[in-house]
């Protein structure tokens, strides 16, 4: 049954759109999955997702209250990862906070990647005065470190953890837009694409069915790989007070908080950093999988 | 005909893929004296294959085997890597298609000559600049003194090959292995192209592979011919009695060439079933 | 020019790129249901004449009619329908990550027409492309396979003039025999008009009526294709071409 399954994914001349759909995915998870990184990154990121939509089954505390009396407890059966400078569980809290982390990713990805895309194929599509202004642009945004940026931006939206996603986002875009315009100009004189513009499709058309499908790969592999920076920007502008506010269980925040103590209760810090550590790995492995079956430039062909 | 220069026999190029391996050469014999041999396929014959791996230019994961892939007394497939650098280039060299790709852009043309020389042979630079000067008008090019200092980009199709040939005819090899060289040239720069390349041959009593996928072209330039069709060589005959060609496939191909007083219909069209056994 | 109205006509067309005036003063009356040939050298503008007409080169003066309607430098709709064009590398000129049913219905999706699921399996059958080809990327397919997929979608929007850019110069001589039985049967059935731009003449004597030989930007001789076939152009060129590309070696 299973192999017939297969042999369904896997033929070459599929009979439907469906299955040439489905076989074409199967074909790229079979290529990650010849890849022992990129496994590792995507259980690491399988098990962040988890542990968020799950967070009151694994979290063996309350996240938020906590009995002053167990306060700055090591790591012992109890209180797995030991616990803060309020008697609240750590292992606990870092459950949580992969909500928070999570949602920051996403809704980053969700803004920046588009933004960037859709600028990136524009500017290199038209060229000429469009090009430059939007590369301008684009140049002003790169010109500044990210994380003064961001916290410009938070310092003028106020505070919260709305405010660090949009501030990341805003300081994210430039980045892909630089590499779908590159894309797009080795696209764009294409003779493919000179041939769907005779067929008199709308330069709308051009780019957003034929041109943007050829620079999400390389953008999507960016953006997986630059998961890990978010996460430390987020957690920095947490880290500064800046980002998500007490109570929230943000990771960088919970460092922030640790640093008072991290000469004598160590945990306090460390555990948070750790769990920063293990995602921003993650995404890497992840990333580079990624790029290793998904870039054409690569030369890996499946 | 004395010893040859090149002797071949049972050539098999294989590559692993996810569906088993792959032959794409599939024991090839020839040997190559002082002569111009062609060597004729389509494209996946494997003849640009069959050229490569004769310099052990076929990548990992790809395996090369062979009962015999002698030259100048020395077995081609077991010396090590060390000696095999000194026999690409300075005794067997190849052109390639395109000039475009094969010439280091950052370099001028003459350093590039150079560089082969200096390579394999310690010589002073004024002897070298020289040697390259007098290889640049070897092969017809007009201002040597000009285009030895010119870059890759700034000299046109036909010159580039021109500057391909002298940089791989000038440390004199042995065996010179064309590989398409003037398939990405206009038809009338190809005949120079051609000429020079002969002219060169002959002068220095050389042997030639010349792989091209052109059965006319093949037949007006080589001493003698080898059809290759999925790895395998299908005819081998002297350049003048190509039209007394035996293998169907051969003459399926030289049928379905167009001619210039064509007053056929319709292109007779290869049947590959009349040769193939499943 | 009597009561025959010419499918393509060209009034001093002169086309740049940047500075470089790459094509000047090129005059062509190309009669419907006609093959043209237009022949030259690398860099003699014949590509640049086609390119021109399509408006992929949009930088040209002069006066470019298709069916007696003068031409402007845009890419519309009723252009699409009416002439359309098949590049010379079926490797570059296929959208990589499309399948062939992409490829063949994306010209009637952007004209409106709703059945793409009839018309594609038709096309497929009558550009000689097995039905089981219809799902699978260009990578799945040969080289001789991608230029049927390429003819069949320049005639999806069913055009009456189809401008050929070195068809079959990417291909293995036994494959370019079957395309060019191809372009030949179709011209046929459909009644169609080729210009094609080539630099073997061996090609244009097998699908052409007519030929032009180009140089340097400019056209040299307009003949008969029996003058070709026969070696009695008038041009010295013309004959110059004709020499070189029967016997390559002058040794």
Redesign the interface.
């Known amino acids: 049954m299973s192999m017939t399954t297969r042999d369904w994914l896997l033929t070459?001349?599929?009979?439907?759109?469906m299955?040439?759909r489905l076989g074409?995915s199967y074909r790229v998870l079979l290529a990650l999955l010849r890849n022992p990184l990129a496994v590792i990154g995507a259980v690491i990121i399988i098990a962040l997702v988890v542990l968020a939509i799950f967070a009151p089954w694994f979290a063996t505390h309350s996240p938020y209250s906590g009995q002053l009396t167990n306060r700055l407890q090591p790591p012992s059966a109890e209180f797995w990862l030991g616990t803060d400078e309020l008697g609240r569980d750590i292992w606990s809290r870092i459950v949580y906070g992969a909500r928070i982390t999570l949602m920051i990713v996403l809704l980053v990805a969700a803004i920046a990647a588009p933004l960037g895309l859709v600028i990136g194929a524009v500017s290199g599509y038209f060229g000429g005065w469009t090009d430059r202004i939007l590369m301008g642009i684009t140049d002003v945004f790169l010109s500044m470190p990210k994380l003064i940026l961001a916290l410009a931006f938070v310092a003028a939206l106020g505070p919260g953890i709305e405010n660090a996603v949009i501030a990341i986002a805003i300081t994210s875009w430039p980045a892909y837009a630089r590499i779908a315009r590159a894309e797009t100009l080795t696209f764009r004189n294409?003779?493919?694409i000179?041939?769907?513009?005779?067929?008199?499709?709308s330069a709308m058309?051009v780019i957003l069915?034929?041109i943007l499908?050829?620079c999400s790969s390389s953008v999507i592999i960016r953006v997986t790989l630059d998961m890990a920076g978010i996460i430390l920007t987020a957690a920095g502008l947490g880290f500064l007070g800046l980002g998500a506010q007490p109570p929230l269980p943000e990771w960088g925040a919970m460092i922030s908080r640790g640093r008072a103590f991290i000469l004598d209760q160590w945990w306090v810090a460390t555990m948070p950093g750790f769990a920063i550590i293990i995602v921003s790995l993650g995404f890497c492995f992840l990333g580079d999988g990624l790029r290793d079956v998904l870039d054409?430039k690569s030369g890996g062909?499946q | 005909m004395s010893e040859p220069l090149l002797d071949v026999q049972n050539l098999r190029v294989r590559f692993p893929t996810a569906t088993g391996p792959v032959e794409v050469v599939r024991g090839v014999s020839f040997t190559l004296g002082r002569e111009r041999l062609g060597i004729v396929g389509?494209?996946g014959s494997g003849k640009s294959m069959t050229g490569r791996s004769i310099l052990r230019l076929i990548r990992k994961p790809g395996e090369v085997t062979a009962d015999r892939l002698r030259f100048d007394g020395k077995d081609l497939l077991s010396i090590s890597e060390r000696e095999m650098r000194k026999v690409r280039g300075a005794r067997i060299s190849m052109v390639m298609q395109d000039p475009k790709f094969s010439l280091n852009p950052v370099m001028t043309v003459g350093e590039q000559i150079g560089e082969a020389l200096a390579v394999h042979e310690k010589l002073p630079r004024r002897q070298i600049r020289e040697r390259v000067l007098t290889m640049l008008e070897a092969v017809q090019i007009r201002d040597p003194e000009r285009v030895f200092g010119l870059y890759p980009h700034e000299v046109s199709?036909g010159m580039g090959q021109r500057v391909m040939i002298a940089m791989m005819l000038i440390p004199e090899p042995a065996i010179l292995i064309a590989d398409e060289p003037t398939s990405a040239l206009?038809?009338?720069v190809?005949?120079e192209v051609?000429?020079i390349i002969?002219e060169l041959i002959t002068r220095n009593g050389m042997g030639l592979i010349f792989i091209s996928?052109?059965?006319h072209?093949v037949s007006?330039?080589c001493d003698r011919i080898l059809v290759m069709y999925r790895g395998e060589v299908v005819e081998q005959c002297a350049a003048s009695e190509l039209d007394k060609a035996s293998h169907p496939y051969t003459r399926?191909?030289l049928a379905?060439?167009?001619?210039?007083?064509?007053t056929?219909?319709?292109?007779?069209?290869?049947d590959r079933s009349q040769w193939e056994t499943a | 020019m009597g009561n025959g109205m010419s499918a393509i006509s060209l009034k001093n067309l002169d086309v740049s790129y940047g500075d470089t005036r790459v094509v000047e003063g090129v005059s062509l009356e190309i009669a419907e249901g006609e093959c043209f040939g237009l022949v030259g050298?690398?860099g003699s503008g014949k590509s640049t004449v086609l390119r021109a007409i399509?408006?992929?080169a949009p930088d040209w003066e002069g006066e470019i009619d298709l069916f007696g309607q003068p031409r402007d430098k845009s890419?519309?709709?009723r252009?699409?329908?009416l002439c359309?064009?098949v590049?010379?590398?079926p490797y570059?000129?296929?959208?990589?990550?499309?399948?062939v049913?992409a490829t063949l219905s994306?010209?009637l999706a952007?004209?409106g027409i709703k059945d793409a699921d009839r018309r594609v399996p038709e096309m497929m059958e009558a550009c000689g492309l097995d039905p089981?080809?219809r799902?699978?990327?260009p990578?799945?397919l040969s080289?001789g396979q991608r230029q049927r997929v390429?003819i069949a979608?320049?005639l999806?929007?069913k055009p009456k003039i189809l401008l050929l850019d070195e068809p079959t110069s990417a291909l293995?001589?036994?494959?370019?025999?079957?395309i060019?039985?191809l372009l030949?049967r179709l011209r046929r059935e459909q009644g169609l008009t080729y210009v094609i731009v080539t630099?073997d003449?061996?090609?244009v004597?097998?699908l052409c009526d007519r030929l032009a030989v180009m140089r340097q930007g400019r056209i040299v001789e307009v003949a008969d294709v029996a003058a070709?076939?026969?070696?009695t152009m008038k041009d010295p060129y013309s004959r110059?071409?004709?020499e070189?590309?029967?016997?390559?070696?002058?040794?």
Do not use: C, Y
């Open positions: 070459e001349s599929p009979s439907s759109r299955q040439a074409r294409s003779e493919f000179a041939a769907i513009r005779l067929q008199g499709a058309r069915r034929h499908p050829l054409p062909k | 389509e494209s199709g206009d038809v009338s190809q005949g051609l000429k002969d996928h052109d059965l072209l007006q330039f399926g191909l379905s060439v167009p001619q210039l007083n064509e056929r219909e319709l292109l007779p069209v290869l | 050298e690398s399509t408006g992929l890419i519309d709709k252009f699409a329908a359309q064009m590049f010379q590398d570059g000129s296929l959208h990589p990550r499309q399948t049913d994306e010209p952007i004209h089981r080809f799902f699978r990327l990578h799945q080289g390429a979608r320049a999806m929007l293995d001589v036994s494959v370019q025999a079957e060019l039985n030949k630099h003449l061996p090609v004597s097998f070709l076939k026969t070696n110059e071409l004709v070189k590309s029967t016997t390559r070696i002058t040794a």
